[in-house]
Structures are given as structure tokens and as C-alpha cells.
């Protein structure tokens, strides 16, 4: 079983730049396909980015260009850069796992460890 916890969220002015952090625990992250999701309030949970492990990746359309996902296995560590960030980004961003990830999984119900989720504001 693996622990997620998620930093780096906070205030940001539209057009800036923030980088979520996910810390694994664990002996097994390289064998896990980890996950970015972000909630917004009143509405469903939405996909944002995924890595496998073998470092394929997937970014929703909304964010392709302005965000990437990264993981570095040393740290059992996974990043979601964000750039030029706009006020429909404003959300809680959830870090997820599966382990044996073959695949950079687009669906929640793919992964089986949540992390609490992080705050991301984006103000005028």
C-alpha cells in the first residue's frame, strides 16, 4: 500500500506559474502509474495529467501545452508543472496510484490510492 501526499498548491495570479508536488511512500513507486485530478467547486472530479511507469503521459485537452506531469522514481516523486494558469484552473488537485501502472490511466477509477488534495487559486 502506498500514502500519497500532495504540496505546492496555493494563490497564483492568472498567467503564473505553480508546481504541485506528490510524495509516495513505499518501496514500489517505479510500479506505479500516478495521476493528476482536480475538483472544482460544484462540479465532478476531471482528469489532468497521468504518467505510467514507464513514463508514457497524458494530458487533458484544457491543459496540453500549459501543463506537464513528471515523476522522478529516485524521490518517489511525481510534479504537475503548471504555466500560464487561468481562473477555470482554480481547484483542488488530487495526486492518484495504481500500481502495475501499464498505461497513463485518464479514468479515476483506475487508481486505487488518493492523496488529500491540494488547493490551487488562480485570482484575476
Known amino acids: 500500500q502506498v500514502q500519497l501526499v500532495e504540496s505546492g498548491g496555493g494563490l497564483v495570479q492568472t498567467g503564473g506559474s505553480v508546481r504541485l508536488s506528490c510524495a509516495a511512500s513505499g518501496r514500489t513507486f517505479s510500479r506505479y502509474a500516478m495521476g493528476w485530478f482536480r475538483q472544482a467547486p460544484g462540479k465532478a472530479r476531471e482528469f489532468v495529467a497521468a504518467?505510467?511507469?514507464?513514463?508514457?503521459?497524458n494530458h487533458a485537452d484544457s491543459v496540453k501545452g500549459r501543463f506537464t506531469i513528471s515523476r522522478d522514481n529516485a524521490k518517489n516523486t511525481v510534479h504537475l508543472q503548471m504555466n500560464s494558469l487561468k481562473r477555470d484552473d482554480t481547484a483542488i488537485y488530487y495526486c492518484a496510484g495504481r500500481l502495475y501502472g501499464f498505461r497513463p490511466y485518464t479514468d479515476d477509477q483506475e487508481y486505487n490510492y488518493w492523496g488529500q488534495g491540494t488547493q490551487v487559486t488562480v485570482s484575476a
Open positions: 504518467i505510467s511507469m514507464s513514463d508514457s503521459t
